[in-house]
């Protein structure tokens, strides 16, 4: 019916006036604001930096393969299978066996519910390809191994690229997966991408290692450079402390010596295991390591049993803050290398802007000047509901802190054309019924129940499509999705609250002429 109770008419005016405010919200000062929320632009409207990372699995390769190998000789030499001749090269590693015990390591290598050999109850196939090669065997990923290991490489390297991005509080950063090896990140409002790219382009694998110069090492030992690239030492391969025992790094002025350094704190293992080193090895130099530099070499005067230390190395305070950062972070499982870079000048997204709102003022005044033309009053209410639809689309997209992109712009396009379509559904609707029926009241009233169905299957078979955009597409892709998601709904309640409760108070005050509607 077209009947509206009180309590009905409060509700949708209430709704209608708070997205209405909170969209105004958006033309205010951020200390004037009804609530601390606007609606952020994307790369293509504020202008900023684009970089597409790929993804250097070598040495994560290499590492796993490393650590295979020890399991593997551990494993089959508990069930009485000696390996020999072990070498790790090439990304393949390849051991001798005695012939009489190679089908038997052969066989339960390949067994589909292989301990040292998994995946295959998951995939169908293993995680390790094995070929025998006369006197030798060799191992290597299989195309499911390397999947897996790209897959989980690229989800550590993209939650940690979020934690550094997000750690410089760059305003809605887009941070998404491009196959399995690469990772897109676009910065909006940031110009300059150098301390970016600076933070992105570091593993931050940090190790603590003693300075060695003997040559019994039983780790062995390599010779490391300073980060200045002038002095260098040979340090040794025992690692005695990781990043990963890393709770928290902070920079701070060291009041002895007035220099900028990194305070960082250690976990209870790592405390443990710090404080039994130093302890044992007072005097002696520890290299800290970062990406394979020596930061710096201090000598340990004192055991350090508290967990909590510092690393000096000549630090302005901008470096030893992105230090600090990179250590709270955690390291990448892999380099990143950036493949493309585009800068996005905010000249161009402001132009992005006008032509994106110079379209949507263009189509949106063709279709109220066609609408009035054709609807007269009725269309005039239509125009209304259809600013008021706009007004509380925007409104949403505030609340939720939407990122609005250019491809948004034109959802909202189409949102505008997708509730113009179903006041158009309608009012001919109602003209057929008027025909039949002389009464103005139940006439419309039974435009609007015959014209439902048609208006819903439209609006639910976008909104399907849109949702199937969300999750699929991404970028750009999304902002359209989203925008007109949104606008679906808010279409739907217009057209059924707004533009009906307008119709209806019309049609009550001239339900007596005969044409109320041409």
């Known amino acids: 019916m077209l009947y509206f109770s009180k309590l009905r008419i409060i509700f949708i005016s209430f709704i209608s006036l708070f997205f209405i405010l909170i969209t105004f919200n958006n033309l205010l000062d951020s200390d004037k604001r009804f609530i601390d929320k606007k609606i952020n632009l994307g790369l293509d409207l504020l202008g900023g930096s684009y970089l597409l990372l790929e993804i250097d699995n070598s040495p994560v390769i290499d590492q796993k393969l490393q650590n295979a190998s020890v399991q593997i000789k551990s494993y089959f030499k508990e069930k009485n299978i000696r390996i020999r001749n072990l070498n790790l090269d090439k990304q393949k590693i390849t051991f001798t066996v005695d012939e009489e015990q190679k089908q038997n390591l052969i066989d339960d290598f390949k067994k589909e519910d292989s301990e040292i050999n998994p995946y295959y109850s998951r995939f169908k196939s293993h995680k390790f390809d094995l070929i025998d090669l006369e006197n030798t065997l060799e191992i290597s990923f299989s195309k499911q191994g390397l999947i897996e290991l790209k897959t989980s490489s690229q989800d550590q390297a993209l939650e940690i690229v979020r934690r550094r991005i997000d750690e410089i509080g760059t305003n809605e950063p887009n941070i998404l997966k491009r196959g399995n090896d690469r990772i897109l990140v676009e910065l909006p409002g940031l110009d300059d991408p150098m301390r970016i790219k600076s933070l992105l382009g570091k593993t931050a694998n940090l190790t603590f290692r003693f300075v060695s110069n003997n040559d019994g090492d039983s780790?062995?030992?390599?010779?490391?450079?300073?980060?200045?690239?002038?002095?260098?030492?040979?340090?040794?391969?025992?690692?005695?402390?990781?990043?990963?025992?890393?709770?928290?790094?902070?920079?701070?002025?060291?009041?002895?010596?007035?220099?900028?350094?990194?305070?960082?704190?250690?976990?209870?293992?790592?405390?443990?295991?710090?404080?039994?080193?130093?302890?044992?090895?007072?005097?002696?130099?520890?290299?800290?390591?970062?990406?394979?530099?020596?930061?710096?070499?201090?000598?340990?005067?004192?055991?350090?049993?508290?967990?909590?230390?510092?690393?000096?190395?000549?630090?302005?305070?901008?470096?030893?803050?992105?230090?600090?950062?990179?250590?709270?972070?955690?390291?990448?499982?892999?380099?990143?290398?950036?493949?493309?870079?585009?800068?996005?000048?905010?000249?161009?997204?402001?132009?992005?802007?006008?032509?994106?709102?110079?379209?949507?003022?263009?189509?949106?005044?063709?279709?109220?000047?066609?609408?009035?033309?054709?609807?007269?009053?009725?269309?005039?209410?239509?125009?209304?509901?259809?600013?008021?639809?706009?007004?509380?689309?925007?409104?949403?997209?505030?609340?939720?802190?939407?990122?609005?992109?250019?491809?948004?712009?034109?959802?909202?396009?189409?949102?505008?054309?997708?509730?113009?379509?179903?006041?158009?559904?309608?009012?001919?609707?109602?003209?057929?019924?008027?025909?039949?029926?002389?009464?103005?009241?139940?006439?419309?009233?039974?435009?609007?129940?015959?014209?439902?169905?048609?208006?819903?299957?439209?609006?639910?078979?976008?909104?399907?499509?849109?949702?199937?955009?969300?999750?699929?597409?991404?970028?750009?892709?999304?902002?359209?999705?989203?925008?007109?998601?949104?606008?679906?709904?808010?279409?739907?309640?217009?057209?059924?609250?707004?533009?009906?409760?307008?119709?209806?108070?019309?049609?009550?005050?001239?339900?007596?002429?005969?044409?109320?509607?041409?």
Do not use: C, H, W
């Open 219 to 518: 780790f062995g030992i390599e010779k490391l450079k300073y980060e200045d690239n002038l002095n260098e030492d040979f340090v040794s391969k025992r690692i005695i402390l990781s990043g990963e025992n890393l709770l928290d790094a902070q920079p701070r002025m060291n009041n002895q010596t007035n220099e900028t350094v990194v305070s960082f704190t250690l976990d209870r293992v790592g405390a443990k295991r710090f404080g039994k080193a130093t302890s044992a090895n007072i005097g002696r130099k520890l290299a800290i390591v970062l990406d394979g530099k020596i930061i710096s070499a201090p000598v340990i005067r004192d055991t350090i049993a508290s967990g909590n230390g510092q690393i000096s190395g000549g630090f302005t305070f901008q470096t030893a803050t992105d230090l600090a950062l990179l250590l709270r972070s955690g390291a990448l499982p892999a380099p990143l290398n950036i493949i493309e870079e585009r800068t996005v000048g905010p000249d161009l997204g402001q132009d992005s802007i006008n032509a994106g709102i110079i379209a949507l003022i263009i189509g949106f005044s063709l279709v109220v000047v066609f609408i009035f033309i054709k609807y007269k009053t009725f269309g005039l209410i239509t125009n209304i509901t259809l600013i008021i639809n706009l007004l509380i689309l925007l409104g949403i997209l505030t609340l939720f802190e939407a990122t609005l992109t250019l491809p948004g712009i034109a959802g909202i396009i189409l949102t505008v054309g997708m509730a113009v379509d179903a006041n158009v559904l309608i009012f001919e609707r109602i003209k057929e019924e008027l025909k039949i029926e002389k009464n103005n009241i139940i006439a419309f009233d039974s435009g609007y129940t015959k014209s439902r169905t048609a208006i819903l299957d439209a609006n639910i078979t976008t909104l399907l499509a849109a949702i199937i955009l969300f999750f699929m597409g991404s970028g750009p892709i999304k902002g359209f999705s989203v925008t007109l998601g949104v606008g679906i709904f808010t279409t739907l309640f217009s057209v059924y609250f707004i533009a009906r409760l307008f119709t209806s108070i019309y049609v009550a005050k001239n339900k007596d002429k005969e044409s109320i509607i041409q």
